[in-house]
Nanobody, 115 residues
């Protein structure tokens, strides 16, 4: 089992920045890769960015050049640095961890970007 706890969401004006954090606990040795997804009201959950245990990253086209995903030294923490935020980035952001056997989600953190 893996438990994920997100933090760092909030309200920011367009053009501003936020940094999300996700701390994993439990069977962290079994995690293959971690990532961030988001879900806006009335829309499906979508991928934002992922990072493998080897450090390979992948981004949605809509956030490339603005968001950066990274992992902490202890490998059980993942960050999402979000710059040049836009109103369309408003959503609940979820941390995700994938193992061979399962996929885990955090409780989500709200990000609201005002115009």
């Amino acid at each position: 089992q893996v438990r994920l706890v997100e933090s760092g969401g909030g309200l920011v004006q367009a053009g501003g920045s936020l940094r999300l954090s996700c701390a994993a606990s439990g069977s962290i040795f079994s995690i293959n890769h971690m990532g961030w997804y988001r879900q806006a009201p009335g829309k499906q959950r979508e991928l934002v960015a992922t990072i493998t245990s080897g450090g390979t990253t992948n981004y949605a086209d809509s956030v490339k050049g603005r968001f950066t995903i990274s992992r902490g030294n202890a490998k059980n923490t993942v960050y999402l640095q979000m710059n040049s935020l836009k109103p369309e980035d408003t959503a609940v952001y979820y941390c995700n961890a994938v193992t061979i056997a399962d996929r885990y989600w955090g409780q989500g953190t709200q990000v609201t970007v005002s115009s």
